[in-house]
């Protein structure tokens, strides 16, 4: 009754083995790091390798070994003060398109790493790091929609030859006056009849007939959808770009969405990334009417007035040759003179535009416009409002002398660090609507490491105390099932490892819970073996009768668990995940260590002797 085939054994010490062998990583620590990647553009080769490790010499920087690992170096160090010093040395050193970053690289040895065995990932609480709540600006959102509709309906009303007034774009809506009520009338109709997303509604007010278009409530909702999902993939991008390990971007609620990026430290940075909202913009330089007269109000039709980035006052044309949409790739470099650079790859409309637009004026000046969103609070009427800010800033001037196309390149930039920081931007894409940070919190390393520490005391605290539960009350098959509980925390540590899955604080209160639900099991089976044994079955009968009696009850309670922690994870966010997670592995590995591998382990101590009395 009491004995397993071959098979099944080889089965429980494979499955034993495997797990310990994939739980080890987990043993060996983390090194700081600075992590250095290449863009389309940039190569990681032995000869950056090479201007690495002189530019640490040159700083008297110690460091305990850079190597090229999977298309990117990693330069390991004894400490995170080290880590800093070393990032900001290289920051000012290596010029390209390159990504330089902070993180934690695993010590783990080549042995296991050839075997794909590592280390469990460390959520945003154990590991450091920093958590931002976005607010997507989805008023702003509403407003370049309406703008690019008033462009279209431009183009719609001069090719139905319509003559209007003024096209006005509003918070809510974009306003159409015309020279005539026909005029208006046509309008109406024509619209109604090519725009279904858009409401129309005449303005009756007896000086200008006009119309106002909206958006529909179904219109509305897409709007804000889509600027949602659009922003959540450029700050991926940027985030890719950042080189940081296991972050999470996911939307919280209709507006916001929730960053957390474990293992940063430059918080600094990852704010300003993240949060910029910049575009490019290429307009030529009105060289024909006089600045002096725009500085003092009389600014020509057909021009605007605008900043260099020493304060000195410049008047470009109003239309734009170029924006920041028609870039595909961006990559900081050096030009001609040795200073900081961005190079500029358009896409094909963009290109077939600019090339146009240049060759009609060779010979004339060209500017390029940075252009920067903030927002700010100011007190309008005794309340505080948010008040988004647009900052344009002339970077570069410069004479157009041949043809522009596909490729070309942005000077006038004041260091490489901002050099790298445009070409990023450029590159991840610019955001489809204006995001405010609402909330942050960081995580310290070293609170990160405390929170580890307890977190493990409290899984030792409570595995210690069940261990002694168990040897007194249970005797014998206590010990055994203080041993697969012991391999049952092994498993759940290999699984998390072998998928890399993320071990959260929350996490920890799993496999605390795991534990317990574990003892549950055996706990079912000890006491109807007790069972049997008072109604005077025989040892081996009453072994075997408690495995298989109480299998049914188990099965029952761990999987209406299982559907909770299941329902957790799909619709639990951040923290909720992390316990669903554990709790699902620790479910399924306590089924296999609680019945499998117990029973096995009782099947080799009592299996082969008759005894009369079991140690229980």
């Known amino acids: 009754m009491n004995h397993y085939p071959l098979w099944k054994n080889l089965l429980i010490v494979s499955i034993v083995v495997i797990g310990i062998f994939y739980a080890l990583p987990n043993l060996y620590g983390d090194d700081p790091a600075v992590q250095v990647s290449?863009?389309?553009?940039?190569?990681?080769?032995?000869?950056l390798v090479s201007k690495v490790e002189a530019a640490l010499k040159a700083e008297s920087i110690s460091y305990k070994r850079a190597e090229l690992e999977d298309d990117r170096l990693m330069v390991r160090f004894a400490d995170a003060d080290t880590q800093l010093k070393a990032k900001e040395v290289l920051n000012n050193t290596i010029v390209g398109d390159y990504i330089i970053a902070l993180n934690l690289a695993p010590t783990t040895p080549g042995w296991l790493a050839a075997f794909g065995a590592e280390p469990m990932n460390l959520g945003l609480d154990l590991r450091g790091g920093v958590h931002f709540l976005m607010e997507v600006d989805m008023d702003a959102a509403v407003k370049l929609s309406l703008n690019s509709y008033a462009s279209e309906l431009r183009t719609l009303l001069r090719d139905e030859k319509i003559r209007y007034k003024k096209i006005q774009v509003g918070t809510d809506n974009v306003t159409i006056g015309f020279r005539s009520v026909e005029h208006r009338d046509s309008a109406e109709s024509i619209i109604g009849s090519?725009?279904?997303q858009l409401e129309i509604e005449a303005i009756e007010d007896g000086v200008t007939p006009s119309v106002t278009v909206k958006l529909t409530e179904v219109a509305l909702r897409e709007t804000r959808a889509l600027a949602l999902q659009q922003n959540i993939v450029t700050l991926r991008n940027r985030i890719n770009e950042l080189g940081v390990a296991e972050p999470t971007v996911q939307q919280q609620g209709e507006g916001r969405i929730v960053v957390q990026l474990p293992g940063v430290q430059d918080t600094a940075q990852a704010k300003k990334i993240l949060g910029a909202t910049a575009t490019l913009e290429f307009r030529l330089v009105?060289?024909?009417?006089?600045?002096?007269?725009?500085?003092?109000?009389?600014?020509?039709?057909?021009?605007?007035?605008?900043?260099?980035?020493?304060?000195?006052?410049?008047?470009?044309?109003?239309?734009?040759?170029?924006?920041?949409?028609?870039?595909?790739?961006?990559?900081?470099?050096?030009?001609?003179?040795?200073?900081?650079?961005?190079?500029?790859t358009l896409d094909g409309k963009g290109a077939r535009a600019f090339s146009n637009v240049t060759r009609d004026?060779?010979?004339?000046?060209?500017?390029?416009?940075?252009?920067?969103?903030?927002?700010?609070?100011?007190?309008?009427?005794?309340?505080?409002v948010k008040v988004r800010r647009l900052l344009p800033e002339v970077i570069n001037v410069a004479t157009i002398r041949d043809q522009l196309s596909k490729k070309f390149q942005i000077t006038g930039l004041d260091s490489t660090t901002e050099a790298r920081d445009l070409a990023l931007l450029l590159r991840a894409g610019a955001l489809a609507a204006p995001i405010d940070i609402v909330e942050e919190r960081t995580v310290g390393p070293s609170l990160g490491q405390d929170n580890i520490d307890q977190g493990f005391n409290s899984v030792m605290i409570g595995f210690v105390f069940v261990l002694i539960f168990m040897v007194i009350w249970y005797r014998v098959f206590g010990a055994v099932a203080n041993l697969a509980l012991a391999f049952n925390l092994v498993l759940i540590v290999a699984l998390l490892s072998m998928l890399q899955a993320t071990?959260?604080?929350?996490?920890?209160?799993?496999?605390?819970?795991?534990?317990?639900?574990a003892v549950d099991a055996n706990v079912l089976i000890?006491?109807?073996?007790?069972?049997?044994?008072r109604v005077g079955n025989s040892p081996q009968a009453s072994i075997?009768?408690?495995?298989?009696?109480?299998?049914?009850?188990?099965?029952d309670a761990n999987v209406t668990t299982l559907i909770a922690a299941v329902v957790l994870f799909g619709f639990g966010t951040g923290a909720i995940k992390g316990f669903a997670v554990t709790l699902i592995f620790g479910i399924a590995t306590s089924m296999f260590t609680a019945i499998m591998g117990t029973r096995a382990v009782i099947n080799l101590i009592y299996g082969h002797k008759n005894r009369p009395t079991l140690s229980i």
């Open 544 to 555: 075997n009768a408690g495995y298989e009696k109480a299998f049914s009850t188990i099965a």
């Open 194 to 196: 090519q725009y279904n």
């Open 503 to 517: 071990l959260t604080l929350p996490g920890i209160a799993g496999i605390v819970l795991t534990v317990g639900m």
């Open 526 to 533: 000890f006491e109807r073996i007790r069972e049997e044994l």
């Open 38 to 47: 290449a863009g389309r553009q940039g190569t990681v080769d032995l000869a």
């Open 286 to 344: 009105d060289f024909e009417h006089d600045v002096k007269d725009a500085i003092n109000g009389r600014v020509p039709a057909n021009s605007k007035l605008f900043q260099r980035r020493d304060g000195r006052p410049i008047l470009l044309n109003k239309r734009i040759m170029l924006t920041g949409e028609h870039i595909i790739n961006a990559a900081s470099t050096l030009d001609q003179n040795g200073s900081p650079a961005v190079s500029i």
């Open 361 to 384: 004026n060779i010979g004339n000046p060209m500017a390029v416009v940075f252009i920067e969103s903030k927002s700010e609070t100011r007190e309008i009427d005794g309340e505080m």
